[in-house]
């Protein structure tokens, strides 16, 4: 190989930046992290990091994950595990100026998990909270306690939010993604409040179990019934085999 100056090229560096959803209390909820260093100290953020010289990109972001929320990226195709995510690549985010340390690419990826608890801050983060999706999109695009005044989110990561949040509310129209905000055996009534919670809409009960239980593949019958929702008994479902939905939920206009 002919001779390499690789301090010939600028340097940069590369981070992950995690979109973690849950639904909590029938509410989407993104985590974010409250910086403890500079730049932005004291703003909120997404949950992230640098990547290692030793690691690949998705053992970096399964690495944040565990560290951020206790979540273990899970694989499809092994059986489900109580503490596992849904972990996806969502897109690349580089453009100059993004972060005033130097230049820094990040690759940020999607996490889905069921209801989550209280969340532990890590790294540099003094602390960490469940806020809702409608919270951070509202006016100012951003959010602050009672006592502060709502700012937005560090870096470019109101962005990386939206286009988080709105690859899981199209993904969930033609595929089964919708089933990892649900723990392993869910009813239909559970798996609609999903639906209504990222869409941010309110559905037809019968008209959505007609539809979830007439496509192929989606789901199974698990054999058993809870009343964890009150009233009577509910039919319990888990996650089937299909990953694409045929025909798909389409959202409603809204």
């Keep these: 190989m002919p001779r390499y100056d690789p301090s010939t090229f600028p340097p940069f560096a590369v981070t992950v930046d995690l979109v973690v959803l849950t639904v909590r209390r029938h509410a989407l909820c993104a985590l974010v992290v409250r910086r403890g260093e500079s730049p932005f100290q004291g703003r909120w953020a997404l949950p ?28 499809p195709s092994a059986p489900a595990v109580g503490n596992g995510a849904h972990l996806e ?13 130097m230049r820094v690419v990040s690759v940020a990826h999607l996490a889905l998990a069921p209801d989550l608890p209280a969340p532990r801050a890590g790294g540099d983060a003094n602390s960490a909270r ?13 959010f602050g306690r009672e006592d502060e005044q709502a700012a937005s989110l560090a870096f470019d990561h109101a962005r990386i939010l939206e286009d ?6 199209s993904k969930i129209e033609y595929s ?20 209504e919670a990222v869409w941010g809409v309110v559905l037809d009960p019968r008209n959505f179990h007609r539809k979830v239980t007439g496509t192929p593949g989606f789901l199974v019958p698990s054999g058993g019934t809870t009343t964890r929702q009150g009233g009577r008994p509910a039919q319990l479902f888990r996650a089937g085999a299909a990953t694409v939905l045929n025909p798909p939920m389409l959202r409603p206009d809204v």
């Design 89 to 101: 690549q969502l897109a690349t985010y580089g453009a100059p100026g993004r972060d005033p340390r």
């Design 164 to 169: 988080g949040v709105e690859r899981a509310r």
């Design 176 to 195: 089964s993604l919708a089933t990892a905000f649900c723990p392993p055996e869910f009813t239909v009534g559970e798996l609609r409040r999903v639906y």
């Design 48 to 75: 992230g990091g640098f990547v290692r010289t030793d690691e690949d990109l998705d053992a970096a972001a399964a690495r944040e994950l565990v560290e951020e929320t206790g979540l273990c990226a899970h694989d």
């Design 130 to 142: 469940w806020a809702s999706v409608e919270d951070l999109f509202g006016p100012g695009g951003g």
